[in-house]
């Protein structure tokens, strides 16, 4: 988490010199909170969200329950918010890395999600995932604007995929351009 936050401050003063903002993330009180109030640095030091033994994970670290006490009416959350609010958010962030030519193919995006990020193979991977949606890629717009109105504008679908999804493509390799 050290490493989180040094990168954060940096792309957070690089933003601001450049002139085009910081968009805090939710996350950045966790990793505040988890490295000043509980000195909790994470797993290279042996205390993080969990507990090490001998360099391996053991459990999750006792406090954590009593440090980040659970919501007061957890069937006020919604499974398949939480199990899509982690799916569209690696797979917006991908459309971005291909619209930026840091993806160069279909393939690569999706076997280096399975293997890289520990995107779910079931998913056939990020690109795939965004292709087989319900309602393929205009389904998928569709409800990253829902995720984004409840939870925020991270969750905006990029421009090209919203213009992909009005002409009614997919992500094949034939429709990654290299930058």
């Given at each position: 988490m050290k490493l989180m936050r040094k990168i954060r401050i940096a792309?957070?003063?690089?933003?601001?010199?450049?002139?085009s903002g910081w968009d805090?993330?939710?996350?950045e009180v966790?990793?505040?909170?988890?490295?000043?109030?509980?000195?909790?640095?994470?797993?290279?030091?042996?205390?993080?969200?969990?507990?090490?033994?001998?360099?391996?994970r053991t459990n999750l670290w006792p406090g954590l329950r009593e440090?980040?006490?659970?919501?007061?009416?957890?069937?006020?959350?919604?499974l398949q918010?939480?199990?899509?609010?982690?799916?569209?958010?690696?797979?917006?962030?991908?459309?971005?890395?291909v619209d930026e030519g840091v993806i160069e193919s279909v393939a690569d995006a999706n076997i280096g999600s399975i293997f890289g990020i520990g995107f779910p193979a079931w998913t056939g991977g990020v690109l795939q995932y965004i292709n087989g949606y319900d309602g393929g890629i205009a389904g998928f717009v569709a409800r990253a604007r829902e995720l984004?109105?409840?939870?925020?504008d991270?969750?905006?679908?990029p421009a090209s995929l919203v213009e992909r999804a009005e002409r009614g493509e997919t992500f094949s390799d034939e429709l990654v351009v290299t930058a």
């Amino acid at each position: 988490m050290k490493l989180m936050r040094k990168i954060r401050i940096a792309a957070h003063e690089a933003a601001d010199s450049s002139g085009s903002g910081w968009d805090a993330h939710p996350s950045e009180v966790v990793i505040d909170r988890m490295l000043d109030e509980f000195e909790r640095p994470g797993r290279l030091e042996g205390k993080g969200f969990y507990e090490y033994a001998d360099g391996k994970r053991t459990n999750l670290w006792p406090g954590l329950r009593e440090a980040f006490p659970p919501i007061a009416d957890p069937s006020a959350l919604s499974l398949q918010d939480l199990e899509e609010r982690m799916l569209f958010i690696e797979a917006l962030e991908s459309v971005k890395c291909v619209d930026e030519g840091v993806i160069e193919s279909v393939a690569d995006a999706n076997i280096g999600s399975i293997f890289g990020i520990g995107f779910p193979a079931w998913t056939g991977g990020v690109l795939q995932y965004i292709n087989g949606y319900d309602g393929g890629i205009a389904g998928f717009v569709a409800r990253a604007r829902e995720l984004a109105v409840t939870y925020g504008d991270r969750f905006d679908p990029p421009a090209s995929l919203v213009e992909r999804a009005e002409r009614g493509e997919t992500f094949s390799d034939e429709l990654v351009v290299t930058a």
